[in-house]
């Protein structure tokens, strides 16, 4: 299993917000930044404040993708 951030990238292209500004808006450690840049897992009250910052839901800004075993 393995989570991506890349729906939240492109939701800052959009606002015209760099991730810089996100952190300060929402109050964000840097090493949680350097997680969620890497796909790491965040706690679930890192998502809240990021949703609250950007007025949006956990789905605009996290994707579940199931690995596929081979």
Do not use: H, Q
């Not at 800052?12 to 500004?21: E, I, N, T």
């Not at 808006?25 to 790491?40: F, Y």
């Amino acid at each position: 299993m393995a989570i991506s951030y890349n729906r939240l990238w492109k939701l800052l292209v959009d606002k015209k917000m760099s991730k810089a500004d996100l952190r300060k808006a929402a109050g964000l450690a840097p090493n949680t930044m350097t997680k969620l840049r890497r796909d790491e897992p965040v706690a679930m009250g890192v998502l809240e404040k990021i949703c609250g910052t950007l007025d949006t839901d956990f789905g605009d800004i996290v994707e579940y993708i199931k690995n596929s075993e081979v």
